[in-house]
Antibody, heavy 118, light 110 residues
Framework: QVQLVQSGAEVKKPGASVKVSCKAS????????INWVRQATGQGLEWMGW????????GYAQKFQGRVTMTRNTSISTAYMELSSLRSEDTAVYYC???????????WGQGTLVTVSS | QSALTQPASVSGSPGQSITISCTGT?????????VSWYQQHPGKAPKLMIY???NRPSGVSNRFSGSKSGNTASLTISGLQAEDEADYYC??????????FGGGTKLTVL
């Protein structure tokens, strides 16, 4: 069965960086794009960007340009999202999701809580 | 790219039907059939309920249906059940090769 398992919760200080991992199993990792989506407490879903695990090509939401980097390690079927220059407003649950048929996010990771606090 | 517009909340009694709207532009909802809907229970990850405007993934109840007219997509839930109480989000792929979500709708089953 398809599974996306994310790394554990993180607490970071303002100005630091965080790197969240997303390990895929149950399908061919390089055959499907990965989206990253975040959700602040009590707020809606916010798309951050996508990555093609085969080519490494990426596309980022304008809001995160210059602060986000999405990478992958195909040998271990894992995608990564790194967000730098963290501020309190970046406190949120970060999700990875597989981009499946007809560009829908068909499988999601369990989410990773990133807390930014001094 | 602005978020898609959804009502903040809707409610209905068990057995009734409700519809949640999702309004975008010709650059997203109106221009593509890549509209999807997600259900999210508190503390859980979103779950895909509808893709390609009106298609249900395997395992999703046929009480959930989707449609689109112009720049507005809709999710209809018939035969409301207590377990349907959740937040619902629409999403669309866009002409800018990015995805956009709606602000979310809280469904209350009375």
């Amino acid at each position: 069965q398809v599974q996306l398992v994310q790394s554990g919760a993180e607490v970071k200080k303002p100005g630091a960086s965080v790197k969240v991992s997303c390990k895929a199993s149950g399908y061919t990792f390089t055959s499907y794009d990965i989206n990253w989506v975040r959700q602040a407490t009590g707020q809606g879903l916010e798309w951050m960007g996508w990555m093609n695990p085969n080519s490494g090509n990426t596309g980022y939401a304008q809001k995160f340009q210059g602060r986000v980097t999405m990478t992958r390690n195909t040998s271990i079927s894992t995608a990564y999202m790194e967000l730098s220059s963290l501020r309190s407003e970046d406190t949120a649950v970060y999700y990875c999701a597989r981009v499946g048929v007809l560009l829908a996010n068909d499988y999601w990771g369990q989410g990773t809580l990133v807390t930014v606090s001094s | 790219q602005s978020a898609l517009t959804q009502p903040a909340s809707v409610s209905g009694s068990p057995g009734q039907s409700i519809t949640i709207s999702c309004t975008g532009t010709s650059s997203d909802v109106g221009g593509y059939n890549y509209v999807s809907w997600y259900q999210q229970h508190p503390g859980k990850a979103p779950k895909l309920m509808i893709y390609d405007v009106s298609n249900r993934p395997s395992g999703v109840s046929n009480r959930f249906s989707g449609s689109k007219s112009g720049n507005t997509a809709s999710l209809t839930i018939s035969g409301l059940q207590a377990e349907d109480e959740a937040d619902y989000y629409c999403s669309s792929y866009t002409s800018s090769s990015i995805w956009v979500f709606g602000g979310g709708t809280k469904l209350t089953v009375l």
